[in-house]
């Protein structure tokens, strides 16, 4: 079985940036950096609690978009148990590190200057790596996920140039978009998120008078074996990159109060999206178990409603993978600023646009390689990808246990209020889960995520190299911001 992410499969003090900044690399120090400078690029706007809210929707899940093949590897009941009690496994765990730690850190940066700061800086620069590769490649199926729905209107795209050409419009389109300002993506998320999830609404409303609640307690069809390495694999899809989103916290509006609200109401509302439609069409609906691929909530919509709303919910789907690719990217680019800024990657990898005063380096770089990603049958660097995903996480959930032990005074606005043995208890749930999950993974899987754990591992000598080499310049002696 192979790690999925979000694919049908998912943060310091706001830095401007001046000629001389830099950054105290100290594993054991407590703050981040400022602004210490006159000479500042512009400032742009912070996000605030709505766009926040709705970019760790977006980080996560985008829609019910995907939750179907719960249903057709273990039938009706389990998938609804499923989407009930796997929220409280993985993603509420996972919710209250990213709000103990962003609002303890509130960087740029997030997961990267959390293992820096607990382990030092290899295990920082290979938290980066990791998670990187796993953000990156998955940026580079949203586009082509647009082409495939588009395809079906319009013939021409479904290969040749006409293919190519247009997964280089929409992904050079979407990263400007990105380009222009977080804000606008924040309020474009919010826009996004209300229309892609409107259709799913008004069809669980239509579907009420038709629902037979004996449906809801059907364990499958007689004769159909449960397939639980799909139906693990995607509960473990439609709910994780709850962490994705602390890679900006530094662009967040009052991060020590806004985190932690923002990331309770998205787990909400995330687990409300899954669970109504889900509930609603199961209820509704008597078809062959076999039929519930990923798409058929389409199906259904026709089924219940009419083909009106089918084609309403698959442009719901489009506009989903816009808010998707738009999430990923802004934490992909503010990851890329933030390891710059603790002296991980070059000083030049925290350029801010002047106009928009947005990481230009970092959306640069990440959509460059998911656009030459996008070219690729990339199904298994995408596996392997999200392999690497799962060993951060691992990572994460040390870094985080070894904070509370190693910086106990640390002032953290928000703190899970449990003490070491229980956030131990915590933790060894979903940790339990990866090493699963993982050690059933195929071997072609083991072998490129471990050829990209080699490479991340050589790419931190060679910048430790050009660092003592002064080939590069990176950023030093900056001022300190306490968490």
Known sequence: MEIQSNIPSPGQVKQAQNDKTGLQTSPNSLELPVTTAA?????????????????????????????????????????????????????????LITAELSTAFPGNGGFVIWAERAFGPFWGSLMGTWKFLSGVINIAAF????????????????????????????????????????????????????VSLSPFILMSLIAIPKIQPHRWISLGQKGVKKDWNLFFNCLFWNLNFWDNVSTL???????????????????????????????AVTGAVSVDQSRWETGFHAEAAEIIAGKWLKVWLEIGAVLSAIGLFEAQLSSSAYQVLGMANIAILPKFCATRSKKF?????????????????????????????????????????ASFIWLRKKMPSLN??????????????????????????????????????????????????FMRFCKSKKLLEFSENVEIHEG
């Open 39 to 95: 000479k500042a690029a512009p400032i742009s706007k912070k996000l605030t609690l709505i766009p926040l809210i709705f970019l760790i929707y977006f980080e996560v899940a985008g829609g019910p978009y995907g939750e179907e093949p719960a249903v057709q590897a273990a039938g009706p009941l389990f998938a609804i148990l499923g989407f009930l009690i796997f929220p409280f496994i993985w993603s509420v765990p996972e919710a």
């Open 143 to 194: 586009p082509v996920l647009c082409i495939d729905y588009l395809e079906k209107i319009i013939p021409a795209l479904e290969s040749g140039w006409p293919r190519y050409v247009s997964i280089l419009v929409s992904t050079l389109s979407l990263s400007f978009l990105n380009y222009t300002g977080l804000t606008i993506v924040g309020y474009a998320a919010v826009a996004l998120g209300i």
């Open 249 to 279: 916290a530094g662009e967040v509006d009052n991060p020590q109060k806004n985190f932690p609200l923002a990331l309770l109401v998205a787990v909400i509302f995330t687990c409300l999206a899954y669970l109504i439609p889900l509930i």
């Open 357 to 397: 005063n947005t990481p230009f380096v970092g959306i640069l770089i990440s959509t460059v390689i998911a656009l030459a990603i996008s070219y690729m049958n990339f199904t298994v660097i995408i596996s392997s990808a999200n392999f690497l995903y799962a060993l951060g996480m691992l990572l994460e959930f």
């Open 412 to 461: 953290r606005p928000y703190r899970v209020p449990m003490s070491i043995p229980g956030l131990i208890i915590m933790c060894l749930i979903p940790s339990s889960f990866l090493i699963f999950v993982m050690a059933i993974a195929t071997k072609t899987v083991f072998l490129v995520s471990g050829v990209m754990t080699v490479a991340g591992m050589g790419w931190f000598v």
